[in-house]
C-alpha cells in the first residue's frame, strides 16, 4: 500500500524554467492538496481539489497551477521558476466524511532549488 | 479565520523528562485540532486529533494532548521523553467539516539530550 507518492523527490531548477510535481495517491481519496514547507513558516496551502476536474486556491497560490483530471492525481505546476519558490512541497489526500474530520495522509515531500 | 500559535521554535529535554509542547489557536468556531510529527527527510504523520468528544485525547507513541476551551490551547505532552521523540511537531486546525484544509503551525523543533 503506497499511500501518497510524489515525484521528483528533489529537483534544481533555473529561473524561469517550468516544472511539473506529481503527486500520486491510491487510497481513493476526494480531497487532494498541495502544501509548501518553508524554514519557520509551517506548511501553507497552495492550492487543493475537493474532486476530480475541480481546484481551488490556498493561502499561497501565486505562481502555481494544478490540475486534478484524475482522481488519483493532483499535479503542480510551475511556469516559470523564481527563487522564492525554493521550497520543500508536500501532497496531502483524505476522504471527507459527513461528521468528522478525518486524517490527511502527507507524501515524503519534493525538495526544489530554484537558482 | 482561524490561526495557530506555537509557542517555542526549539525545545530540549532529557531523556525521560516530561514533554510539553505549546499550541495555541485561534478560531470563531468550534475547531478541529491536530497534532503531526515529521521525522527528518518525511512528510508529516498525524500524532493525535480532537474533533468532539472528550477533551483529553491519547495518540501514538504515549503523546496525548488536551483541548482546553476556555484557555483556547491544545497543548502536547508525553510523560516520559525518548531518544525517538526528537522530530518536528506541527500543531494545525481545521475549522471545515468536510475536507480538511489545516492551518499549521510554526511548527516545534524537539531535541532530546541524553
Known amino acids: 500500500n503506497a499511500g501518497v507518492t510524489q515525484t521528483p523527490k528533489f529537483r534544481v531548477l533555473k529561473t524561469g524554467q517550468s516544472m511539473t510535481l506529481l503527486c500520486a495517491q491510491d487510497?481513493?481519496?476526494?480531497?487532494m492538496y498541495w502544501y509548501r514547507q518553508d524554514p519557520g513558516m509551517g506548511l501553507r496551502l497552495i492550492h487543493y481539489?475537493?474532486?476530480?476536474?475541480?481546484?481551488a486556491k490556498g493561502e499561497v497560490p501565486d505562481g502555481y497551477n494544478v490540475s486534478r483530471l484524475k482522481k488519483q492525481n493532483f499535479l503542480l505546476g510551475l511556469e516559470s521558476a523564481a527563487p522564492s519558490q525554493t521550497s520543500v512541497y508536500f501532497c496531502?489526500?483524505?476522504?471527507?466524511?459527513?461528521?468528522?474530520?478525518?486524517?490527511?495522509?502527507f507524501g515524503q515531500g519534493t525538495r526544489l532549488t530554484v537558482v | 479565520a482561524q490561526s495557530v500559535t506555537q509557542l517555542g521554535s526549539h525545545v530540549s529535554v532529557s531523556e525521560g523528562a516530561l514533554v510539553l509542547l505549546r499550541c495555541n489557536y485561534s478560531?470563531?468556531?468550534?475547531?478541529?485540532l491536530f497534532w503531526y510529527v515529521q521525522y527528518p527527510n518525511q512528510g508529516l504523520q498525524l500524532l493525535l486529533k480532537?474533533?468532539?468528544?472528550?477533551?483529553l485525547v491519547k495518540g501514538i507513541n504515549g503523546f496525548e494532548a488536551e483541548f482546553k476551551k476556555s484557555e483556547t490551547s491544545f497543548h502536547l505532552t508525553k510523560p516520559s521523553a525518548h531518544m525517538s521523540d526528537a522530530a518536528e511537531y506541527f500543531c494545525?486546525?481545521?475549522?471545515?467539516?468536510?475536507?480538511?484544509?489545516?492551518?499549521f503551525g510554526t511548527g516545534t523543533q524537539l531535541k532530546v539530550e541524553l
Open positions: 480532537y474533533t468532539t468528544g472528550a477533551t
Open positions: 481539489s475537493v474532486g476530480e476536474g475541480t481546484t
Open positions: 478560531s470563531s468556531v468550534p475547531p478541529y
Open positions: 494545525a486546525v481545521s475549522l471545515t467539516l468536510i475536507g480538511n484544509k489545516l492551518t
Open positions: 496531502a489526500s483524505n476522504r471527507p466524511q459527513k461528521t468528522v474530520n478525518t486524517e490527511a495522509f
Open positions: 487510497m481513493n481519496h476526494e480531497y
